[in-house]
């Protein structure tokens, strides 16, 4: 250890003290520059006097002597570094530098590092007991990773875990991230047979994409639970298109969790309910839960959280009701939820659990116990782990209430039954472990390709960026459309009121006329577009009107087309659309559609490139998918052909990542595949110099 200290309190201290109180499994040799002992520890001037070989550095000493420790540790031949020191590239350029100076001296000489600005890493395996970190406790041992960016916050949740009797296998405060990565943690717990569950809190991602092929990987086997902070967006920046308006990075990291199938916790509190469950309890078969209570009101908190979090009630047999009825006082309640009166015994808790969990209509149970004066906790959480322990089924505990809770508390965790003191909670707890399940269950599909014609769409973004335009033309963005299999609406492209007349012949009446101009991004809200024109007579009207308009939005008439198209009625307006977002490369969303998107904002989002399965729950994410299923007696939208659609989306986005904006709104959906199709579109590409580097990666 480099600074470890002879002082009482100071941190080279206090770490020194924790790698000798957690029984390391090796020699632990203190570096310090004149003391002959540290904590009744032979001391050494450098790593260099040390007499045999030091597989691990801890580095605690003041930032403008990392880089040498660093060195002296490479010329060691050390492998590992924990760099504690802060003050690196977190408090700005000076420090930035000196850290990708550690890192150069890191990756030349073949070391790891972990840090800087990092608590340390715990591993409580048998075989190495390190705990090389600040932090109050050193917890049990578990099937539990942690992986922290956050120091201050890596305490607590050390100290959170050994509250709740939650083992660990590993921790490790990252702190900067400069060498080893959270994504480098997941590839390696992924095979660690001492890790079962991986849970992580995080400010940033540095490489998304990896993130994404990694928990891929790992949550086929291991479930990861992540706290990503950062939600807001103090400023957010201005977007010009609908899509990038309801696709903000916090919405896009949710779908990158949820594309991986990993469980996003709102807040500390949460990752741990989750973890509670999926630490210790098997998986639940489905959804359908029990709820067994010896008080009314928290049973109707209890089934109130569980429809809110997707879980069913299960409905229980006759034949279980019937043996209830038989056992318990005449004035219980034998549905679900089982309300076995305030006066309930622990005979009659282990009875009821038995019973409802032999039912093959039960997934899972939620045991709610509010101690009355008769009922030992005790012997009620006993009774609960008793019955528990024969069935391949999650049981969950509430206790609510003061008076010998804690107890009851820590007899269920010795037996791995999560407790809570809220039904809200044990919910919650059930509804991550069901999500996770059906996730497992569910087998994932490669990207679909479709064949396509690449070399028109590189043909018409390169003509526009020669014309040095960041907006498409209408033009240019339905024939980039027609080019990938987007149906699209009949258009024509018109100069002036004699092309207007003969298109409209051409396409038959009913028609639409809009303003096709660079200048205008949002027809609809620059009174640009008339709809519904039934003959010429109202046709020319309209154009009139436009032209007029033009004048209003002083756009030269010269510089300006009409977009004349077929008037579609009917459908159900949805957007789809493409938005980059710093990180990820490219999402596509999709929601209900029209001039109210941004209002309404039921748009979901997928990180390209799409399955089959992400174009599904994309959909599904909707809160009013409810409306393309149908209400009212409407026939429900083609979903095949919906897929399809976001699939092709998906490939356009991935194969020309420089459309940076796309929306196609509204899309109309019908119940006839041949009839939906884009009535609308608009397309933003990165500048020229982006784009030739995009393009040379295609090729």
């Known amino acids: 250890m480099i600074g470890a200290s002879t002082r009482i309190g100071s941190i080279g201290r206090a770490l020194f003290d924790k790698l000798l109180r957690a029984d390391f499994n090796g020699p632990v040799y203190p570096i310090h520059p004149h003391a002959e002992f540290v904590g009744a520890v032979k001391a050494y001037r450098s790593i260099l006097e040390t007499p045999g070989p030091v597989d691990l550095a801890v580095i605690v000493v003041p930032r403008p002597q990392v880089l040498e420790a660093a060195l002296a540790c490479a010329q060691k031949s050390v492998k590992g570094l924990i760099v504690i020191t802060a003050g690196f590239k977190e408090v700005g350029e000076e420090g930035a530098q000196q850290e990708r100076q550690l890192v150069e001296i890191t990756r030349t000489h073949g070391m790891r590092m972990i840090g800087p600005n990092c608590m340390g890493v715990i591993c409580t395996d048998p075989a190495v007991r390190l705990d090389a970190t600040f932090a109050g406790s050193y917890p049990m041992r578990g099937e539990v990773a942690f992986a922290s960016q956050s120091g201050a916050l890596g305490v607590t949740i050390l100290d959170y875990a050994a509250s709740l009797n939650l083992g660990v296998s590993m921790f490790a405060s990252i702190g900067n991230k400069a060498e080893v990565s959270g994504n480098d943690l997941l590839e390696y717990w992924k095979d660690d047979d001492s890790v079962n569950v991986i849970l992580m809190y995080l400010e940033s991602f540095g490489n998304p994409q990896k993130f994404v092929q990694l928990a891929r990987e790992v949550t086929q086997t291991k479930p990861i639970i992540v706290v990503k902070a950062g939600r807001s967006e103090g400023g957010a920046r201005a977007v010009s298109s609908h899509t990038g308006a309801v696709a903000g990075s916090d919405e896009a990291f949710d779908a990158l969790f949820a594309q991986c199938r990993v469980l996003r916790a709102n807040s500390i509190e949460e990752m741990f309910d989750f973890a509670m469950g999926l630490a210790n309890q098997p998986l639940p078969r489905g959804n359908r839960v029990a709820v067994i209570t010896n008080a009314g ?59 409802t969990l032999r039912d093959a209509a039960v997934d899972a149970a939620i045991v709610i116990f509010v101690p009355p004066l008769a009922t030992g906790v005790v012997e009620v959480t006993r009774a609960i782990s008793a019955v528990a322990a024969d069935f391949d089924k999650p049981v969950m505990g509430c206790l609510m209430g003061m008076r010998g809770i804690a107890t009851g508390f820590a007899e269920l965790q010795r037996h791995r039954i999560p407790a809570f003191p809220f039904p809200e909670s044990a919910a919650r707890s059930l509804a991550a472990m069901v999500r996770y399940a059906k996730w497992r269950q569910t087998p994932r599909t490669l990207p679909a390709r479709f064949d396509v014609d690449q070399k028109r769409v590189r043909e018409l973004l390169a003509q526009a960026l020669a014309g040095g335009q960041q907006f498409l033309s209408d033009a ?134 799409l399955c089959r399965e992400d174009a599904e729950m994309l959909v599904q994410s909707l809160r009013g998918q409810a409306i393309l299923h149908g209400v009212r007696g409407e026939a429900p939208v083609a979903f095949e052909k919906l897929h399809e ?51 040379k990666q295609i090729d």
């Open 645 to 695: 659609i976001l699939l092709r989306v998906s490939q356009l986005a991935q194969d020309f990542p420089e459309i940076i904006e796309m929306d196609m709104n509204p899309f109309l959906l019908f119940h006839e595949a041949e009839k939906c199709m884009a009535v609308d579109v608009r397309m933003r590409i990165k500048s020229a110099e982006m784009v030739e580097h995009s393009f």
């Open 476 to 609: 240019a963005a339905f024939a980039v459309l027609e080019a990938y299999g987007i149906p699209a609406v009949s258009h024509r492209l018109c100069r002036d009121w004699s092309e207007v007349q003969t298109c409209a012949v051409a396409l038959g009446f009913p028609v639409v006329l809009k303003i096709s101009s660079a200048t205008l991004l949002h027809k609809t809200e620059a009174q640009g577009v008339r709809l519904n024109l039934r003959n010429r007579d109202e046709l020319a009207s309209a154009y009139l009107d436009l032209e007029t308009r033009l004048r209003a939005l002083q756009i030269p008439i010269s510089q300006t087309q009409f977009m004349l198209q077929k008037m579609i009625s009917g459908g159900r307006e949805t957007l789809i659309g493409i938005h980059a977002v710093p990180q990820f490369g490219s999402v596509v969303a999709f929601g209900l559609g029209g001039i109210y998107v941004e209002a309404l904002k039921d748009v979901a989002l997928r990180v390209v490139p």
């Open 297 to 355: 009101g928290p049973a109707i908190m209890a089934t109130d959280a569980c429809e809110n979090l997707g879980l069913s009630l299960a409905q229980l047999s006759d034949e279980t009701q019937q043996r209830l009825r038989e056992r318990l006082l005449p004035e219980a309640s034998v549905r679900n939820p089982v309300d076995l009166l305030p006066a309930a015994t622990a005979d009659e808790f282990q009875f009821a659990l038995q019973q």
